[in-house]
């Protein structure tokens, strides 16, 4: 698998990256693509490990050594055969996925691990450059109708993968244009839309039928859902947890995902009233995740006066801690693009209060120093550390906290069962809720999480939904793909 001494041969390489000045004046992809030569030495780097812990790590199971040896081999169009029977969009994934596959490898125990997602990446690239991506309709007709409920990633790899089981699937996304939180909550400098748009364009060739600007449950009656055989509700966690403190209604204390939204709308024209910006603005970025970094990204975009971050847990270790051990996903520092880009990060800090004028604009927030309490069987405690309280000013504060769950609209009007994280409930074996035949996948289901587990569980959601409809189905189980012989 791959070159036999390849992993001693030849170090990690990464894409490089435009210059900070010069990546910050607009909103595009700023990495630069590595050489095929060299893209095909990362691929020999995967050394002939026995057992790949890098595709158990992967939420959906994808073939590495496979592809990456087919990638050294120079077979590129057989490396997208592999990759692509396991996922349906790896030019999401290789871009946006935090790749636990990496964090999993042999080779990073002892040395920096292969170049998973960029290779990935590479490939579906090289597949769609060289024409090889095209439309694949789907050779017979079921005659079954299918509702997807939600366009994000996991409604559309269940949306392919119905199709291709020969039903008849109609997709329904309440935003303007298709993607879901891939399109409006991922700033473009990480993800271009024009990279959504070229897959949505197969898929309509396939034979998929979207429709926007349609909320089921507002202006869709959850009634016209009962002139489909099944249906799939794979929307977002998109209630967004907030912070109860003094002055929390004040003007510029705003949601992240509000602003990422309205940026990415503004940016393709969309209609935007009011739009909220950073620019010249002293900016404070509280939440230390991805959503807290492409807040950073996108406010020294629009020009802020300074960015600051705050983050109440305590700054992680550089290197992997030795509570997350290989080949566990590790607790260690994450320093994004956007970081790089210019901030002031801070951890173990708690807000108190926003400061406002008399006309409610936020002028300022108050904070504490904390530490947490451990104890040996018990919840850590949150302690405030006395005579650290501390004054910011601050003209603009974007809540990037996370989000709690999803919207209640559906699991009310459908008579969907909840969990207790109010979660659409569904059997994790069959992605079947109380309602035999709706059925929910992605956040939705599980709650906010990666990109690679969204189309996971729409592919996995998808099979199931065949099986109900069908009594069998020849789609793929995880790990399987749809390749013959895989």
Same mark, same amino acid.
Do not use: H, W
């Given at each position: 698998m791959g070159k036999v001494t390849g992993f001693k041969e /030849? #170090?990690?390489?990464? #894409?490089?990256?435009?210059?900070?000045?010069?990546?910050?004046?607009?909103?595009? #992809? /700023?990495?630069?693509?590595?050489? =095929?030569?060299?893209? #095909?030495?990362?691929?020999?780097?995967?050394?002939?490990?026995?057992?790949? /812990?890098c595709h158990s790590a992967c939420p959906l199971g994808n073939l590495i050594p496979d592809f990456n040896d087919m990638v050294h081999k120079g077979e590129w169009k057989k490396a997208l055969e592999i990759l692509h029977a396991t996922n349906n969009f790896p030019e999401f994934t290789g871009r946006l996925c935090p790749a636990p596959c990496e964090q999993a490898c042999v080779l990073g125990i002892i040395k920096p691990s292969i170049t998973i997602e960029n290779l990935e990446k590479s490939i579906v690239e090289k597949g769609f450059s060289e024409g090889w991506i095209t439309a694949k309709k789907p050779t017979a007709s079921t005659g079954k109708r299918i509702a997807i409920v939600g366009s994000g990633p996991a409604g559309l790899a269940a949306a392919q993968q119905l199709n291709r089981a020969g039903h008849n699937v109609t997709v329904f996304e309440r935003d303007q244009a298709i993607g879901g939180l891939l399109r409006y909550g991922i700033p473009n400098f990480k993800l271009e839309k024009e990279i959504i748009d070229r897959r949505i364009t197969i898929l309509k060739k396939e034979g998929i039928t979207f429709k926007t600007n349609i909320n089921v449950g507002v202006n869709y009656s959850v009634k016209e859902l009962n002139n489909f055989d099944a249906i799939?509700?794979?929307g977002g966690a998109t209630q967004r947890r907030s912070l109860q403190i003094?002055?929390?209604d004040a003007k510029g204390v705003v949601q992240a995902m509000d602003f990422l939204t309205q940026q990415t709308k503004v940016l393709f024209g969309e209609e935007t009233k009011d739009q909220i910006v950073a620019t010249?603005?002293?900016?404070?970025?509280?939440?230390?995740g991805d959503t807290g970094s492409d807040c950073i990204g996108t406010?020294?975009?629009?020009?802020?006066?300074?960015v600051t971050n705050f983050e109440i847990m305590p700054k992680p270790p550089v290197h992997r801690s030795e509570t997350t051990p290989w080949p566990y996903w590790p607790l260690k520092l994450k320093t994004s693009t956007s970081h790089e880009e210019g901030c002031d990060r801070n951890w173990l800090i708690s807000t108190k209060e926003f400061i406002t004028d008399k006309n409610g604009n936020l002028t300022a927030l108050k904070t504490v120093q904390v530490e947490w309490i451990h104890k040996p069987g018990e919840k850590p405690i949150l302690k405030e550390l006395p005579n650290t309280e501390k004054i910011w000013p601050c003209d603009l504060v974007l809540l990037a906290l996370g989000f709690t769950g999803p919207e209640k609209t559906l699991s009310e009007q459908l008579g969907i069962e909840t969990d207790f994280r109010t979660n659409y409930k569904?059997? =994790?074996? =069959?992605?079947? =809720?109380n309602v035999p035949h709706i059925f929910t996948a992605g956040d939705m289901r599980r709650g906010q999480s990666l990109i690679v587990w969204a189309i996971s569980e729409g592919r996995e959601a998808a099979r199931n939904v065949d099986e109900y409809l069908m009594g069998y189905s020849n789609l793929p189980t995880k790990g399987k793909g749809d390749l013959p012989g895989v």
């Open positions: /030849f #170090e990690r390489k990464n #894409e490089s990256l435009v210059a900070v000045k010069e990546r910050i004046q607009n909103y595009k #992809e /700023f990495t630069i693509p590595l050489k =095929t030569n060299d893209i #095909e030495k990362q691929g020999s780097r995967c050394m002939d490990c026995g057992i790949p /812990f799939v509700l794979c003094k002055g929390s010249d603005k002293n900016v404070i970025v509280i939440g230390g406010s020294n975009r629009q020009g802020a006066k300074s569904a059997s =994790t074996k =069959t992605y079947q =809720t």
